[in-house]
C-alpha cells in the first residue's frame, strides 16, 4: 500500500512526537508499505522519511517547485516528484496513496488532513483517513469533528470514516477493513 503521510516540519517540543514518526515510519517498512510526503527533510517528515529508507522501505516525496529552489527538498528519497503548486502537490498525493495519516504537526498538517478528509465527504477520496493522536494531540480536532456531527453539518457514517488513534496496531486493522464508497469521482479538485 501507498501510505500517505502529513506532518509538522517542525518536531515538536516533546520527544514523544518524533519517537511516534519513527514508529510509524518502521511500520511502513514492516509492512512492505510505501511512504508518500512532503519530500521535508527536517522534523517530523525528515524522522518519518530517514526511518523508511534506514530500514529499507521505499519513499516517495511530493514537493512544489519553490520549495525546492529553497533546498527544503530531501535528497535520499526513492523517488521525488515535482509539482507547480501545492495543489498539486495535495492532489497529486491524493490520488497516489490508499491511505492517509496524519501526525502531530502545525497548519498545514491540519490543513492536508483536513482537505482530504473533505473530498472523501464529496466522493473525490474513497481511502481511510487517521489522526495518529499521540498524547491526545489531537482530542480537540475529535472534539470539533464530533461537535459538527451533534449540530447536524457531517453525517454520523462520515465521523466514523475518520480514525483518530495513537495505537499502530488498531491503525493498521482500520486500513485494512476500510470499506469506502466505492467510487471515487475524478476531475472535480
Ligand atoms: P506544518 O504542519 O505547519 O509544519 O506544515 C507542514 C507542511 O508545511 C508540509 O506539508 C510542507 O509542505 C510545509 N513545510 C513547511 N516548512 C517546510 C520545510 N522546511 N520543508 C518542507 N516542507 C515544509
Not at 530531501?74 to 507547480?84: F, G, K, M, N, R
Request: proline content about 3%; hydrophobic content about 40%.
Amino acid at each position: 500500500m501507498r501510505i500517505a503521510v502529513y506532518c509538522g516540519a517542525a518536531e515538536g517540543n516533546d520527544p514523544a512526537y518524533l519517537r511516534t514518526a519513527v514508529r510509524l515510519g518502521e511500520w511502513i517498512a514492516r509492512e512492505g508499505h510505501e511512504l508518500v510526503y512532503g519530500a521535508g527533510k527536517v522534523g517530523m517528515m525528515g524522522a518519518v522519511a530517514d526511518t523508511v529508507l534506514r530500514a529499507g522501505g521505499r519513499v516517495t516525496g511530493v514537493i512544489p517547485r519553490f520549495m525546492v529552489e529553497f533546498g527544503w527538498c530531501h535528497e535520499s528519497l526513492s523517488e521525488c516528484i515535482v509539482t507547480d503548486s501545492m495543489s498539486d502537490r495535495k492532489k497529486k498525493m491524493c490520488e497516489m496513496s490508499d491511505a492517509m495519516i496524519a501526525l502531530p504537526g502545525g497548519a498545514g498538517t491540519l490543513e492536508e488532513i483536513t482537505e482530504v478528509i473533505s473530498w472523501q465527504r464529496l466522493g473525490l477520496n474513497d481511502s481511510p483517513c487517521v489522526f495518529f493522536n499521540e498524547g491526545g494531540y489531537y482530542d480537540p480536532v475529535r472534539e470539533m469533528y464530533t461537535r459538527m456531527t451533534d449540530r447536524g453539518f457531517m453525517e454520523q457514517e462520515a465521523l466514523e470514516q475518520v480514525l483518530f488513534s495513537a495505537e499502530i496496531d488498531e491503525i493498521d486493522r482500520f486500513i485494512h477493513g476500510f470499506q469506502g464508497r466505492g467510487r471515487t469521482a475524478s476531475g472535480g479538485y
